[in-house]
């Protein structure tokens, strides 16, 4: 049963928490490499009004991230991500409402304080979703740190999403909380994310089929839980469907059942009307455990 004693107020705008709806993250993909090639945003013109639409149909949250971390895929410099990421920002930036609040999708202090200063000049509310746990640039930490950047710390111990199992999502994040809070960082800002997906060839999609079912465990934190599953592998992989553009009603169906263990956030490619009845039916469930 859930406890309702979880709740965040992000730039006190957006109200996170057991007793709010579930908060639903757009996917702003611009990187080719990615694994699920309908989520690939090309032109200015198709990022803008791709966020828009997001956005009108529910989203609170953006996530714009330009460098795929699936382990097979291409790498790409710190440059060639600038490059894809600026010119993206600023046209989202420009374009939606000051409400939204716009996660950036790096692993990368450069990157991030790029970020914050073109959100800055737009007057828009920011935050940086870091894959890696704060493992891969050890930078980003005083950066995020010393501007009081809320942060998405996604469970991570050498490279991003290498945990299996529930206890070892648990003890790394809680290292990792640990020393933002002795480095006096406001552990409010913070949001959970286990790690969801076939990142290490090791984990199989049974681990990730228990991450879901053990969301609960993580509630030891008392911080917002972000699950990230839309179109991923495990949904192929109990389905035997090996194109993402037929995962669907698989990520649907996972998405309920995260949101009836206590996900707070769902990070998704998919924003629309039958996101929105899933996620309500899902809710309406959960409340009367």
């Known amino acids: 049963m859930i406890n309702s004693n979880i709740y965040s107020n992000f730039y006190n705008t957006l109200e ?29 013109e198709e990022i803008k009004n791709a966020a828009k639409e997001m956005i009108s149909n529910g989203a609170k949250m953006l996530d714009i991230g330009a460098r795929s971390t699936a382990p097979w895929s291409k790498k790409i410099s710190i440059n060639q991500e600038k490059e894809r990421i600026i010119p993206a920002l600023e046209i989202i930036s420009e374009s939606i409402d000051n409400d939204v609040i716009l996660s ?5 202090h450069e990157i991030a304080e790029i970020a914050y200063d073109i959100a800055n000049r737009f007057k828009k509310k920011i935050m940086i979703n870091d894959v890696s746990c704060l493992k891969t640039d050890t930078s980003l930490i005083d950066f995020i740190v010393s ?40 552990e409010d800002n913070i949001i959970i994310d286990p790690g969801i997906g076939h990142w290490v060839e090791k984990k199989t999609y049974k681990y990730d089929l228990k991450i879901i079912d053990n969301l609960q465990k993580l ?24 194109d993402p553009e037929e995962r669907l009603a ?3 169906s996972s998405t309920a059942i995260a949101v009836y263990n206590g996900a707070h956030i769902i990070r998704t490619h998919d924003v629309n ?3 929105l009845e899933v996620i309500s039916m899902a809710e309406a469930i959960r409340k009367n455990q």
Do not use: H, W
């Open 104 to 108: 950036i999708d790096t692993q990368y």
């Open 16 to 44: 996170i928490g057991d007793n709010y709806p579930t908060v639903i993250m757009g996917v702003i993909n611009l990187s080719p490499e990615s694994f699920y090639k309908g989520s690939i945003y090309k032109g200015l």
């Open 219 to 242: 509630r030891v934190f008392q911080k917002p839980i972000l699950v990230a599953i839309s179109r991923k592998s495990f949904i192929g992989s109990v389905l035997k469907i090996d």
């Open 250 to 252: 698989g990520s649907l």
């Open 147 to 186: 501007r009081e950047i809320p942060l998405i710390l996604m469970a991570s111990k050498k490279i991003p999403g290498d945990l299996c199992k529930i206890e070892e999502i648990i003890e790394e994040l809680g290292k990792t909380i640990n020393m933002l809070k002795n480095k006096g960082y406001n």
């Open 273 to 275: 009307k039958n996101l």
